[in-house]
């Protein structure tokens, strides 16, 4: 009985062993890079047969954006401090549908959103609705760091801008550009054409889901291994009775959290709100066990629909996921080890 009992041990003991090994828990950890940075500005591409101003125009905002991210953080930039300069060059950049060359709405207005989130902390914070705000990633981070709340609205949030004296105030034709003055006319003589009520809805849906979905965004890891999202957005054209996409909001939008990685989505903003798409990547990683890649294809491909829209995320070893189920999606990725690249179909 004894020398059972001793054999039935030492079984037990050697496939503990077995296990531990084969789970990797005796193997090296993934080694994490120094440094890592990944931006979007938008799912809603222009066609390959653009004019090649636009192309190329396209392009170099974007290496602009990602050049001053990767300078950033190979100087040891906080990663908070990268996201915000980061995706404030984008909102200056009338080229994209975020600050400067934000969609009109159904009214002729601009109403900005954004949000940002410290994956050390999970400190967020968000403005949504805001008509004067040059950058609205800047008082997004106020909103986290002057305050104990999360999300600011409307008249709320231009109240709280206004506490805020390093908060850039414009008149809201700042925002205007004739290529989204020409969208909004386009919008609504498609809208005057239609005959019900139904219809309309219809056809907005149709469109908005095809065309507008342009946002900016931006991920990082930075040199102490801290992982910080931010998104920006303009909105959709024609949207009206004070809509909210998922940009602002955390969890839908824009998500980070040391353990895992920090998420910034682009696309249609009312499927990123069901089904809570930058926190699902997330917990994917947590719960599933999944890689950066597998966590936001399962999500971009199996959860939501084609032509939804895509996602930038960097997971806290400084892998980077870039995925869309559009045409395409402005985008850029780099990192310590001399990565740079910029696309926007392929």
Not at 111 to 124: K, N, R
Not at 158 to 184: C, G, M, N, W
Not at 226 to 240: E, P, Q
Request: charged share 25%.
């Amino acid at each position: 009985m004894r020398n059972s009992l001793l054999l039935a041990l030492g079984l037990i003991f050697l496939t503990s062993c077995t296990v531990r090994i084969h789970s990797g828990e005796s193997s090296k950890p993934e080694p994490r890079q120094e440094w890592a940075i990944a931006i979007h500005a938008g799912a809603g591409v222009i066609g390959k047969d653009s004019p090649r101003e636009q192309i190329e125009g396209a392009r170099a905002g974007l290496r602009e954006a990602l050049e001053l991210g990767q300078q950033m953080l190979d100087r040891g930039a906080s990663g908070l401090d990268t996201v915000e300069a980061v995706i404030t060059v984008l909102e200056n950049n009338p080229r994209f549908n975020a600050g400067k060359g934000a969609v009109f709405t159904a009214e002729g207005r601009h109403e900005l959103d954004a949000s940002i989130m410290d994956g050390a902390t999970l400190g967020c914070g968000g403005v949504t609705g805001v008509t004067t705000v040059k950058n609205p990633i800047r008082l997004a981070r106020c909103v986290m760091e002057q305050t104990r709340h999360v999300l600011f609205a409307a008249e709320g949030a231009e109240a709280f801008a206004d506490t805020q004296p390093q908060i850039e105030r414009v008149s809201s034709d700042y925002f205007s550009t004739e290529k989204r003055a020409k969208s909004l006319e386009h919008w609504r003589k498609r809208q005057s054409a239609l005959e019900t009520r139904a219809q309309r809805h219809a056809r907005a849906s149709q469109e908005e889901a095809a065309r507008w979905k342009s946002t900016v965004g931006c991920v990082v890891l930075d040199r102490n291994g801290n992982l910080v999202a931010g998104t920006s957005t303009g909105g959709m054209t024609g949207k009206r009775f004070g809509r909210i996409g998922d940009s602002p909001l955390i969890g839908a939008g824009t998500y980070a959290n040391n353990d895992t990685c920090a998420v910034s989505c682009t696309g249609t903003g009312e499927e990123y709100i069901r089904h809570n798409v930058a926190r699902d990547i997330a917990d994917r990683m947590r719960y599933g066990n999944r890689t950066v890649h597998e966590a936001a294809g399962e999500v971009i491909y199996d959860v939501l629909q084609p032509d939804d829209g895509g996602v930038i995320v960097v997971d806290h070893r400084g892998n980077i996921a870039m995925l869309f189920n559009t045409d395409g999606m402005f985008r850029g990725a780099a990192n310590a080890e001399g990565r740079f690249d910029i696309a926007i179909w392929e």
